[in-house]
């Protein structure tokens, strides 16, 4: 339950140090971008608690996450690789806390 409640507050932390002029449409295009969990729709079953997401589902693996941190040096995509680096760290930790390990 920590683990998804981060995926909306953290972003909203870095909203609100960095982008308070434009937060609503800033947070909205964070909170898109955990459409990136669509991918768990492939897994059996899709909801494992044991299960670490890096390394496992296809948008997240490291070629993917390599593309999200390019994102981030975009102007115009910034706020989405920002959203998506963060939600790979959040899952990337939970894997650690989960598992003793960072990613699949």
């Known amino acids: 339950m920590l683990h998804l409640a981060l995926h909306f507050l953290v972003p909203a932390v870095v909203i609100a140090l960095f982008y308070r002029q434009n937060w609503k449409m800033a947070y909205f295009l964070m909170m898109a971008t955990m459409l990136v969990d669509i991918d768990h ?25 390599a593309l999200y941190v390019a994102l981030c040096f975009i102007p115009k995509s910034r706020l989405i690789g920002i959203g998506l680096v963060i939600h790979m760290a959040l899952d990337a930790i939970d894997c650690q806390v989960t598992n003793g390990m960072w990613m699949n």
């Open 41 to 65: 729709l492939l897994a059996n079953p899709i909801y494992d608690p044991g299960r670490c997401s890096i390394g496992f589902h296809p948008l997240h693996e490291l070629w993917f996450i």
